[in-house]
């Protein structure tokens, strides 16, 4: 008989796994010696969603080589403990690395939008339309950035340490995901960063720049922001304010 473990993914985990795999212990065959991470990203888990790995009642990290009859269970990255969690937590053995302090991000060639909204609220974010996964992977190991995909494939590199699958399709809601999965709402800056290019911007006097604005912005606003770098004008116009006003209904809750 081949020989098996059983295994079962919490919370948001189950987004990645097939209807009748969700929620529930299911059994996996072990046809080779594997360390545990290799064998949860063989059944379509990034290793970057993972946080706490408990083998037969004890927390093991990525290497435990998994053995025959292992009972498993995953847990993602949360803000607490798993209910019923029964291991005291200095025993437990947490897979994610330290938040980065300062959390920056590189966005791959799908995620166009949603760079701009993280810029327009002032979030350092790299997003280049062509750059392919061995890039992407490398500018986010290299540059310590947070790599923001919809790619679990590109999640699964070995090099990369901080990453998140965006679960929305919606950019206004992939905004909303980002800011609430990295605790981002104490941190917005907004107008501090070029949507364009992700040069740091600064205010500038209207009388400056007069001569490049259209006739109705010049005439309905008067606070203006220009790009160190490529030299664009911002203004808090109707897009800002829509995204504002998402914004602070999400954050004050229901
Ligand atoms: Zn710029």
């Known amino acids: ?11 948001e985990l189950n987004d990645f796994l097939a209807q009748d795999q969700c929620e529930t212990d299911f059994n996996v065959e072990l046809k080779k010696a594997r360390s545990v991470k290799d064998l949860i990203e063989s059944i379509g888990i990034p290793h970057t969603e993972i946080d706490l790995i408990i083998v037969n009642g004890e927390s093991v990290d990525f290497n435990y080589q998994v053995q025959p ?3 498993i269970s995953v847990y993602p990255v949360s803000n607490s403990l798993p209910e019923g969690m029964v291991i005291m937590p ?6 994610q690395p330290q938040p980065l ?21 002032g979030f350092d974010t790299l997003y280049k339309n062509d750059c392919d996964d061995p890039a992407l992977a490398e500018i986010s190991a290299g540059e310590h ?6 790619d679990r ?3 699964m590199r070995k090099q990369v340490t901080h990453g998140y699958f965006v679960r929305n399709r919606q950019p206004q809601q992939q905004l909303l995901e980002i800011l609430s999965r990295f605790h981002l709402y104490d941190n917005l800056k907004p107008f501090t960063r070029c949507m364009h290019c992700n040069g ?17 912005t010049k005439k309905y606003y008067n606070e203006f922001f220009q790009c160190d770098s490529c030299k664009k004008i911002y203004w808090k116009g ?6 504002q006003e998402m914004i602070s209904s999400v954050n004050k809750g229901p």
């Open 101 to 121: 302090y300062k959390p920056r991000f590189v966005l791959d060639v799908h995620l166009g939008r949603l760079a701009a909204y993280l810029r327009m609220l």
């Open 90 to 95: 200095s025993l437990l053995q947490h897979c």
């Open 200 to 216: 740091k911007t600064q205010p500038v006097e209207k009388q400056a720049i007069e001569t490049q604005l259209l006739p109705k």
């Open 238 to 243: 109707s897009h800002y304010l829509k995204m």
């Open 1 to 11: 008989m081949p020989q098996q473990i059983t295994i079962r993914f919490y919370e």
């Open 145 to 150: 950035r947070i790599l923001l995909t919809c």
């Open 153 to 155: 494939l590109l999640l």
């Open 69 to 71: 009859d292992d009972h």
